[in-house]
């Protein structure tokens, strides 16, 4: 079964950095798109941003400049690196990977932010 687990999450003031983890149970070459979505309380689940299986990357347009995916093949792992952070940015943030149209979601981990 495909496990994604997230980490990194914490309380950070404003201006901070944070990384996020994504690992999954096996290759991550395994799914075409990686993505980061976000969720505040009372908010709709948004799209932070993807990686796809050639390593092209999309941001949603608040976030570019701030945000940068990345990975580590070899440690099955997708990060997001969120610099600049902002009471705004506090949120559950989830990964979810597809693959042939099969999706994949993981448990979220919390992100703080104060001001």
């Known amino acids: 079964q495909v496990q994604l687990v997230e980490s990194g999450g914490g309380l950070v003031q404003a201006g901070g950095s944070l990384r996020l983890s994504c690992t999954a149970s096996?290759?991550?070459?395994?799914?075409?798109?990686m993505r980061w979505y976000r969720q505040a309380p009372g908010r709709q689940r948004e799209l932070v941003g993807l990686?796809?299986?050639?390593?092209?990357?999309n941001y949603a347009a608040s976030e570019k400049g701030r945000f940068t995916i990345s990975r580590d093949s070899a440690k099955n792992t997708v990060y997001l690196q969120m610099n600049s952070l902002k009471p705004e940015d506090t949120a559950v943030y989830y990964c979810?990977?597809?693959?042939?149209?099969?999706?994949?979601w993981g448990q979220g981990t919390q992100v703080t932010v104060s001001s």
């Open positions: 979810n990977a597809l693959r042939r149209g099969d999706k994949y």
């Open positions: 096996g290759s991550i070459l395994n799914f075409n798109i």
């Open positions: 990686i796809t299986n050639d390593g092209s990357t």
